[in-house]
Structures are given as C-alpha cells and as structure tokens.
C-alpha cells in the first residue's frame, strides 16, 4: 500500500493518508522520537521505498523511517491483520502437513477441501478471501461484542438478578404458614 | 538496493512478527520473514539468499 501525502498533525502524530484513509500514527512510537525541543523539521514520502515508508528529519538533523504496515498495524487494520492471521495459519498448516505421514490425496479427502485450494496453500503469498472475510469478521466481532451485548439487554429490558438469600424459616406476622 | 527492518507489534496470538523489506530502485523485491527465514511477498534471488544467508551470520539481521 502506498502512503499517498504524509502530514505533522497538531496531537503530537503524523497523519498518513493511504487509500484505506487518513491514519495516525503517534510520535510516541517512532525512533528517533519527536519532543518539544527537537521537533519534526521536514517528512517526506521516501520513493527510495516504494511510497511504502515516509522518513522524517528532526531538528537535530536525525533521521527516521516508518514503513506503512506498522502505521496498518498501530491502526489494527483489518486487512492487513487478516493478512498475517493467514500468512501464519499457512505456515502452520505446511508444519503440520510435512509432519504427517499421511499422503497429500488422503489429508485432502479427510478435510474435504478442494484439490486446488489445497495445492494452493502451498504457496505463501496465495490468501484465501474466504479465511481473510471470516479473520476479519472475527476481529470485528470481538471488538463489537461488548456493545452488542448491551444494545441486546437494553433491547431486552434484561436487569441484574437480585442474589437469592436462603429462606427465611420466620413464620409470617400474620401466622399463615410459608 | 535499500532496506528497511520492520518489528511488528503483537499479533492475534501475542507474538511478535519481524520482516526485512529489500528494495531495489525503489521497487520492492521481497519481503523476508526473519523468523520462518521465508519470503512473504516477492522472491529472493539465489544472490539475495546469500547476502541475508550473510547478514544473519553476522548477526546484522
């Protein structure tokens, strides 16, 4: 992904915009870090890498260099975590598929997977969509899970069950059994 | 050929990831897993496998 213009914002952060949108990334996490005394002199989109990385200049004539995907990364983008999710579980399957003494046809037909996504996990750069929706999916869900959780209890009217004490063996006032 | 050394931050599992991006003329050649010592993206020349084969002997990488 290429960096399309790259910005000092006033939040202590650079402000990259890509084609997924203007992202933030703090100068907190960069090295050689900004502060008040040796502020950002000059950033610039460094064609050197691809547009992939901008570099930044400091007052004191220091130099540092952030690569798009840790700006994707700080950011938690989707894609790009679905991306690496693949990228291991690819990792893991060809581990795991090489330990096997069983051959390739038969861990196929037991996974009931088609021949050519299976060959196709061979290859590290292949990302299945289906895996990267779900990985995504999951992401998304998890960080939503909190706040579908109260919107259903606010749809429920659910409230907090009062703890249940033991019962009380008193006879009633009134002299009626329990 | 210009590079630039990437430590990502934690991943689903809480593991860090560190990758190698190798340019050349301001294009990207490959992208290197310094852990599986496995290209992400692109391909490593037999010329390129020896240099990080190198770096990583000297404990550069």
Redesign the interface.
Known sequence: MKIRTISVNRRKAFEVRTSKGTLPYPFAKTDPRPTGADPVARVWIDKELDSEAFTYALGSRQEGTVHVEQVLEYNKDPDYLRDRLVYRLTLEAQKRVGASSLPKQEIIRRLVTPVLSAHRSDELHEVRRSTGVLAAGARLRRRSRCARAERVTARLRLRSRAPRGPLSLVPRSDGRAL | M?N?Q?N??D???GRL?A?W?V?RK???VVKW?LD?K????GSASKKLLDLIGDLEHKGQL
């Open positions: 210009k630039y990437a990502l931050g991943d689903y599992g990831m990758t991006h340019y301001g294009k990207l897993d599986n496995k290209p992400m993206r």
